[in-house]
């Protein structure tokens, strides 16, 4: 079946790092890929997404592309801030015989002052 | 503004006692969704509805319900039968339910069961 596989948590660094944050996934068709974001004691929010191979989804300076090749939709940031603390999930959305999104199990990002 | 909204953000329950969830949404989606948050973990899938009148079993339905009698509301009813309730419950909504739609997530009822 359909799963997302990304880095176990929590990653910290300090103010102004590069982030990189690991997704692989594996699916049976062409699935859109998707990052949410989850602040504490709230709900998900969209990052970015891709809805097809080399697609670039972009925002707020994070970056993911959708490589099929070697099924990955990795999370990058050059530069993090304190507000960037957050949890992130990638997820992949496939309609195989109905609606199915498939969520990572989240990483908890911690940016240092 | 348009959004989603869950009513209440903490729910305690006594064992063998049925709640139910709040989810309203003004975005006019067609498709509403009821997940599950378990510490550490990612988003299981409970119930979701594309149309009115329709809905589907997720991954994880058992000891749960759901009615989708108007566009814009789908409660989740937590029964007794759910032996371990206790968790972080969001509901979502998209468009039209295509894999390609984001979700649009409310911020979640916390359930405890004492």
């Known amino acids: 079946g359909n799963s997302v596989t990304q880095m176990e948590g929590p990653v910290t660094l300090s103010e102004e790092a590069f982030l990189t944050i690991n997704c692989t996934y594996t699916?049976?068709?062409?699935?859109?890929l998707f990052w949410y974001v989850q602040y504490p004691g709230e709900g998900l929010q969209l990052l970015l997404k891709a809805t097809k191979a080399d697609d670039k989804g972009s925002n707020k300076g994070f970056e993911a592309t959708y490589r099929k090749e070697t099924t990955s939709f990795h999370l990058e940031k050059g530069s993090v801030q304190v507000s960037d603390s957050a949890v992130y999930f990638c997820?992949?959305?496939?309609?195989?015989?109905?609606?199915?999104?498939?969520f990572g199990a989240g990483t908890r990002l911690f940016v240092k002052a | 503004d348009g959004g989603i909204t869950q009513s209440p953000k903490y729910l305690f329950r006594k064992e063998g006692q049925n709640v139910t969830l709040s989810c309203e949404q003004n975005?006019?989606?067609?498709?509403m969704y009821w997940y599950r948050q378990d510490p550490g973990q990612g988003l299981r899938l409970i119930y979701y509805?594309?149309?009115?009148?329709?809905?589907q079993k997720g991954d994880i339905a058992e000891g749960y319900s759901v009615s989708r009698e108007k566009k814009e509301s789908f409660p989740l009813t937590v029964t007794s039968a759910q032996k371990n309730p206790t968790a972080f419950y969001l509901c979502a909504s998209s468009k039209s339910g295509l894999s390609t739609d984001t979700q649009y997530f409310g911020p979640g009822t916390r359930l405890t069961v004492l």
């Open positions: 975005l006019n989606h067609d498709a």
């Open positions: 997820a992949l959305s496939e309609e195989t015989g109905g609606f199915k999104t498939i």
């Open positions: 509805s594309q149309i009115v009148n329709d809905f």
């Open positions: 699916a049976t068709g062409y699935p859109s």
